[in-house]
């Protein structure tokens, strides 16, 4: 069993794969924890042990370092760090330097062309808002980052004194679309801010792309985007994942291969 790992900037996840395809998901919000403590919280309770750790890290440096240290005390295994690549898995990269792209943005996108293998749209909803669009023939459009829900409301909080200090605003969901108070003001204002964005967005790379556009949403906050937004657009909770099923894919394919030549 192979050990995935999506190690974000406020959200640790991790899936099993086996012969059966992608299990056993888990997550844990990083808080105020260090590395070391994340690592040992999510995975202390593991019943299995994995044969392989193959890794998608955007939490930086330190966390990479704490998670290289923990697998090899724990399992004796050396991670495995994923990195977006110039082409893969039928996807070209459209970044001059294709490795600044983040690695998790491309899985996202490797997972949902192996799925269709059509044009595509990632909306994914964590810390940041990312949008990125694939073309028919795998070609990178491009992408956009906006600010995730937490970033908009804590900037509110941070700029503006009349509203510093105040509580609850990390609740998740509105009690009404009109606000009457300070509160769900912010909460009912971000999450239209970035609703009004990705419709907008979605509609305008589907008058470019097509109408045969598949358009796909996932991370942490995609939950709360999904009464509200093109029912067109395809909830896909583990799509880094199924991007990291892609590339484990392809390598096993090009050793047969190799080993046949």
């Avoid at 900037?155 to 509105?174: C, F, Q």
């Avoid at 909460?187 to 008058?207: E, H, S």
Wanted: charged share 25%.
């Amino acid at each position: 069993m192979k050990l995935l790992v999506d190690a974000g900037n406020s959200c640790l996840k991790w899936a099993w794969l086996g012969e059966d395809g992608l299990q056993g998901t888990g997550r844990l919000l990083h808080g105020k924890k260090t590395p070391k403590a994340v690592l040992e919280e999510a995975w202390e309770q593991l019943d299995n042990t994995p044969d392989e750790v193959v890794v998608a890290n955007v939490a930086g440096d330190t966390f990479r370092r704490s998670l290289t240290a923990y697998c090899k005390k724990r399992w004796s295994l050396k991670a495995d760090y994923l990195k977006s690549m110039a082409e893969q898995c039928g996807v070209r990269n459209s970044y001059e330097n294709p490795e600044s792209l983040g690695v998790d943005r491309w899985l996202a996108m490797l997972g949902a062309r192996s799925m269709r293998g059509t044009a595509c749209c990632v909306i994914d909803c964590g810390t940041a808002l990312t949008i990125d669009a694939v073309d028919k023939q795998g070609r990178h459009m491009g992408g956009l980052i906006l600010p995730g829900m937490h970033l908009m409301r804590q900037s509110l909080v941070d700029a503006a004194s009349g509203i510093k200090e105040r509580p609850n605003l990390s609740a998740a969901r509105p009690s009404t679309l009109l606000a009457s108070d300070t509160d769900n003001a912010i909460i009912v204002g971000t999450l239209y801010t970035a609703i009004a964005a990705i419709d907008r967005i979605v509609n305008d790379v589907r008058a470019e792309l097509g109408n045969s556009l598949q358009c796909y949403i996932t991370g942490g906050e995609a939950t709360l985007f999904l009464p509200l937004i093109d029912q067109r657009i395809q909830h896909q909770p583990n799509l880094v994942f199924k991007g990291m099923q892609a590339v484990i894919n392809d390598r096993e394919k090009a050793e047969v291969l190799e080993k046949a030549l």
